[in-house]
């Protein structure tokens, strides 16, 4: 079991960094959304939540999105506890200037809890239709 960060930084056990994770998220196609970001979930059977970001050029140039990153990551590591566990999460953000970071916060608690709650309703929906039909054999 990984413990919870106690310094100040944003442990490599958090970060989703190949290739192959993003793919896996995104064909996952489970999404929510505000006006500020795009979050993508999948199940990552951890105990914890992982962050990945895609921050495009469309965003801005270089120093907004780094910007933008430095944002989500600091909001990702202050609000752990707050996150979804078990989940991968890739954060998207749409094009804006970047918003100070209470904001940034409550949009990716907001969007992620959303992303989680739809994960749990498609495992439902994916169990349900694997069931025979009754009277069907």
């Known amino acids: 079991m990984v413990e ?36 993508y979930a999948c199940e990552n059977g951890l105990p914890h939540p992982r962050l990945g970001l895609s921050v495009s050029r469309k965003v801005g140039n270089a120093v907004v999105r780094n910007r933008w990153k430095r944002l989500l990551r600091e909001a990702f590591r202050l609000n752990l506890a707050r996150l979804p566990s078990g989940v991968d ?25 959303r992303a989680a709650r739809r994960l ?4 439902d929906t994916r169990a349900a239709a694997k069931r025979p039909a009754s009277g069907k054999q």
């Open 4 to 39: 919870p960060p106690t310094g100040q930084r944003f442990l490599r056990v958090y970060r989703i960094r190949k290739s192959n994770e993003f793919k896996r998220v995104y064909q996952r196609r489970v999404r929510a959304s505000d006006q500020r970001l795009l979050v």
């Open 120 to 123: 749990d309703g498609n495992a």
């Open 89 to 113: 999460l890739v954060v998207i953000p749409k094009v804006s200037p970047a918003p100070p970071l209470p904001e940034v916060v409550a949009s990716l608690c907001g969007a992620a809890r």
